[in-house]
Every structure is written in C-alpha cells, then in structure tokens.
C-alpha cells in the first residue's frame, strides 16, 4: 500500500534560488491539491488538480509559483526566486471522492 | 477564513474518553462535517465525516447537534499516539477545505 509520497522531504535553498517540489498521489485519484503549512497554522489552499487539468488557483499562489500534472499522475510545484516568506511546509493530497490523503510534505526553509 | 470554531487547546488523561467540541454556526444544508488530525511531522490524516447523522468508525465517533451548528469528536480511549492538532471541517462538492488552527489535544500518561 503506497500512499500519497513527497519529495524532498527537507529543503534548504538561499533566497532567490528555485525549487522544485516533487507529489507522487495514490494511484487512482484524479484529484491532486498543494497546501502550504506555516508553523501554528493549519494548512492553507493553493492549487488543485483533476487529472491534468489545474481547475483552481488560490490568491496566495503568486507569479512565482507554478504547478503542473502532466499526464495526470505526478504533480510537481515549482517556486521561483525564493523568498524567505516562502519558508513553510509544503504538503500535497490526493482524492478521488470526498476524502484527501495527504503526504508527509517537504518543509522549505529558505536562508 | 475557517467556517468553524474550536478550543486551542485541550488536555486528557490516557485511556479516558476525549470530547473535541467544534462550533459551525453558519453551517448550510450541503456542507458535510469531516475531522483530519496532524501528528507531529506529519500530513493531516482522515479522522470521520458526517452529514446529518452521528456516525461511528475504528478511529473515532462524531457526534452532531440536531440543529448541525456544532459537533463533537469523541476519542473513546486515548492513547499518547492520539496527541495531535484536530481540525474541524466544512465541505461541500465542489469547494476546497478550509483549515483553521484546530485544536491542539495533548494527552497524559
């Protein structure tokens, strides 16, 4: 049984740097989301897949910020020009009714 | 913004029952009631969900008030791996989860 799997878990980036983050979902949802977790805080939207197709983005996704699921299986985010504002946790999900699975996430610390 | 209202903190004795309270005032006829829970280093994790009627699994029960402005997660025997953040949530088709900070439970040996 794999569930919802993330890669890196740990990242460490100097400010103005990308990143690339990697979700692997369950293999049968069609449904993939990213949150962005900072610490006391629940997890905040960012972004939501069906299949391939991106069909939401929240305000808080900037222009920095670009996510994609070719071929609707693994999804990666990608952060562009770091900011130390981005240093949070990352977490990815996947659902195919009404329930999420959420992986472990990758917390970005950016120095 | 949350949809819903829970106590920062709680505090339980191991092997007793925990009552985790969580107020939905603005509640409408279609949002359904689901309860995740984040353990240290973790993702959130699927609790129970409901609709109308309490409903029971192996993790846990929810019960809802009659009126479904207010639930309670019921743990019925709490253990030290029950120590984690609850999150109270609503959810209707075709809308996203609103987290807030949920409820912290820290449970005593």
């Known amino acids: 049984d794999t569930g919802v799997s993330q890669d890196p878990r740990h990242k460490i980036t100097k400010r103005g740097q990308n990143v690339t983050f990697r979700c692997d979902p369950i293999?049968?949802?069609?449904?993939l989301y990213w949150y962005r977790q900072t610490l006391g805080q629940g997890p905040e939207f960012l972004t939501y897949?069906?299949?391939?197709?991106?069909?939401?983005k929240s305000r808080l996704l900037s222009d920095r910020f670009s996510a994609e699921r070719p071929k609707g299986s693994f999804s990666t985010l990608e952060i562009q020009r770091t900011e130390q504002g981005d240093s949070a946790m990352y977490l990815c999900?996947?659902?195919?009714?009404?329930?999420?699975?959420f992986g472990a996430g990758t917390r970005l610390s950016v120095l | 913004d949350a949809k819903t209202t829970q106590p920062n903190s709680m505090e339980s004795n191991e092997e007793e029952p925990v009552h985790l309270p969580c107020n939905h005032s603005?509640?409408?006829?279609?949002?359904?009631i689901h309860w995740y829970r984040q353990l240290p280093s973790q993702g959130p994790e699927y609790v129970i969900h409901?609709?109308?009627s309490n409903v029971n699994n192996r993790m846990a029960s929810l019960a809802i008030a009659e009126d479904r402005k207010s639930s309670t997660l019921i743990l019925h025997r709490a253990t030290l791996r029950d120590a984690a953040v609850y999150y109270c949530?609503?959810?209707?088709?075709?809308?996203?989860?609103?987290f807030g900070p949920g409820t912290r439970l820290s449970v005593l040996p």
């Open positions: 949530i609503l959810w209707a088709y075709g809308q996203n989860f609103v």
């Open positions: 603005t509640i409408s006829g279609t949002d359904y």
């Open positions: 409901g609709l109308t």
């Open positions: 999900a996947s659902s195919a009714l009404n329930i999420q699975y």
């Open positions: 293999s049968e949802h069609n449904r």
């Open positions: 897949f069906q299949n391939e197709a991106q069909l939401e």
